[in-house]
């Protein structure tokens, strides 16, 4: 079944999804990339979704702490 994408506010995301059983979490940039995020837990995916400043909130709580592979290319 494929993941439910949800646009997003910001500067530097563009849509955000979440897998909870495989704890991924795709995320599209603005310049239109796509990385996908693992072991990703729920709580994250929830803190980033409430976050006033999304962008701010990836790269303080997601950049460079989980694995991650380029699905898509701009």
Do not use: W
């Not at 909870?20 to 990339?33: H, N, S, Y």
């Amino acid at each position: 079944m494929p993941l439910q994408t949800i646009p997003v506010e910001s500067t530097t995301l563009a849509t955000l999804a979440y897998d909870p059983v495989e704890q991924l979490l795709p995320l599209q940039f603005r310049a239109g990339e796509i990385y996908q995020y693992r072991g990703v837990p729920l709580s994250v995916y929830h803190s980033l979704l409430q976050a006033t400043s999304k962008g701010k909130h990836f790269h303080q709580t997601i950049r460079g702490r989980f694995p991650y592979v380029l699905i898509s290319a701009s």
